[in-house]
């Protein structure tokens, strides 16, 4: 499994330290209430509105500079719309080093 990072982060803030506690502080607030909203739309079988969860969470994904995870969630978003879960378990294993890296900065 890859480990999150934040080089993107810090390539975008150009030395700015304040930048990067600002998105970071962002990342984790978002992340938080994404993955709520998504677990919340896959118990209640919305695999539609689930897979705009994911593509919210992608983008986070991407930012913490997880390029296979970021293939995954697409790939998962794409089954979501057509009311598949064999993704599901791979993408939680996601989400939990996401929160658990994000618990660490």
Do not use: C, W
């Not at 896959?42 to 539609?48: A, R, S, T, V």
């Not at 989400?95 to 994000?102: F, K, S, V």
């Amino acid at each position: 499994m890859e480990t999150p990072n934040l080089s993107y982060i810090h390539s975008m803030a150009r030395g700015d330290d304040s930048f990067v506690m600002k998105i970071i502080g962002v990342m984790k607030g978002e992340f938080t209430n994404e993955v709520d909203e998504y677990k919340n739309n896959i118990k209640l079988n919305n695999f539609k509105v689930a897979s705009e969860n994911v593509h919210k969470i992608k983008h986070k994904i991407s930012i913490l500079g997880l390029e296979k995870s970021y293939a995954l969630a697409n790939d998962y978003e794409n089954e979501l719309k057509e009311g598949k879960l064999d993704l599901h378990n791979d993408f939680d294993k996601i989400l939990q080093i996401i929160d658990d890296y994000l618990l660490t900065i």
